[in-house]
């Protein structure tokens, strides 16, 4: 267990490794600040990979970013990491990039899953403690968590968080002024980096048909800038004729966090927009191939398919799960369920839960 050199004026080094998705990274923030409020004085070195550089001004508690981008300038982070003389390691990602940093290092104690010994010998021996958890038994928050224990941090919250700078809700309100987004308004997120977890573009267009009618509320469509997003909005919209405020890939991924965490409602998938929603307090609606939490966030509806919610889904903002051919949000979980296709979620399903959400937040003004 790691304690606080009282009588050195050096402070306890300390390197995390998570070179997962933007999703990963935000479901290693109470682990990082578990470690922060246990060893306030400790230096944090926190390693990256480079699809998360744009959400780095967000992350808190650590003193140090490093970014592992995959080509001839990680020698400048090899070097970094082995200069620094670390105490102890904490590896979140568990491949051969993060076993080659472990081992540079040098710190006395490397800390990851004991699956690392399962899944290759050669890689096991960077490390020195084999913490029993597997990510396939428990929310993945739960699990970064369980791999800072052994330094003894504790886990006083379980909630992610972002530390959104200024910049990102002033871009935001430039955004809206710009769209002229005057209502409150509904943030739909059809996109993903995976096609598996795409819900089809006729059901998103029937979602715009039933709600692009209301004198409420404003539709906002968002997505990533990669191609195959982009095609995937442009399905969408051939399908419907109503109006809706298209701002795919118009936003950095800041200013598409400030604007969900403004926003009445987020409807999404299994995806970075689910997390940035959780982490900035916002309510969402998700669709896994997502959930209902608590109220200081945005509520959202989460669509998931073949990925299993009980290891994603948000647990800290109010959120409605949809999946598989249930009318109604689910509401229990298992580790172990099959790959569900995202066309077995219904619009009917979709719709629902979205005005069970929007009519909560009314109560809720009202009372």
């Not at 080094?13 to 682990?31: E, V």
Request: proline share 7%.
């Amino acid at each position: 267990m790691l304690t606080e050199r009282r009588y050195s004026q050096k402070p306890v080094k300390i390197l995390l490794l998570q070179l997962k998705r933007i999703g990963d990274l935000i479901l290693t923030t109470p682990a990082i600040a578990a470690l922060r409020e246990s060893f306030p004085e400790a230096q944090l070195t926190l390693v990256v990979s480079n699809e998360c550089a744009d959400l780095l001004p967000a992350i808190s508690n650590v003193d140090r970013i490093l970014i592992a981008r995959r080509n001839v300038r990680d020698l400048a982070l090899f070097f970094s990491v082995a200069a620094r003389g670390f105490d102890y390691c904490v590896d979140f990602t568990r491949n051969d990039r993060s076993a080659s940093l472990a081992v540079l290092c040098r710190a006395p104690r490397r800390v990851v899953s004991y699956r690392v010994r399962e899944q290759s010998k050669a890689r096991a021996r960077a490390y020195t403690d084999f913490v029993s958890v597997r990510t396939r038994d428990m929310h993945t928050i739960d699990y970064n968590l369980a791999l800072v224990k052994p330094l003894g941090a504790h886990d006083n919250s379980t909630a992610p968080d972002l530390d959104l700078p200024q910049t990102a809700y002033e871009k935001a309100d430039v955004l809206r002024r710009k769209w002229k987004v005057r209502k409150p308004y509904i943030v739909l997120h059809p996109g993903s980096a995976r096609q598996e977890k795409l819900w089809e573009p006729r059901r998103w267009a029937e979602i715009i048909d039933c709600f692009g009618r209301s004198d409420s509320v404003d539709l906002l469509l968002t997505s990533g800038p990669s191609r195959d997003e982009q095609a995937h909005v442009t399905a969408i919209k051939s399908n419907t004729q109503e109006k809706i405020i298209d701002l795919s890939g118009k936003t950095d991924l800041l200013t598409l966090a400030a604007l969900i965490g403004q926003a009445r409602l987020l409807v999404t998938v299994d995806s970075a927009p689910m997390h940035l929603a959780a982490a900035t307090r916002t309510p969402q609606v998700i669709l896994f191939p997502m959930h209902l939490a608590a109220a200081t966030r945005t509520p959202q509806v989460i669509l998931f398919g073949p990925t299993n919610p009980f290891h994603w889904r948000p647990r800290e903002s109010p959120a409605l799960i949809l999946q598989g051919k249930s009318i109604e949000p689910i509401t229990e979980f298992s580790p172990v369920q099959p790959r569900l296709p995202m066309r077995q979620v219904s619009t009917e399903a979709v719709v629902s839960a979205m005005d069970l959400l929007l009519s909560r937040h009314a109560t809720a003004r009202t009372s």
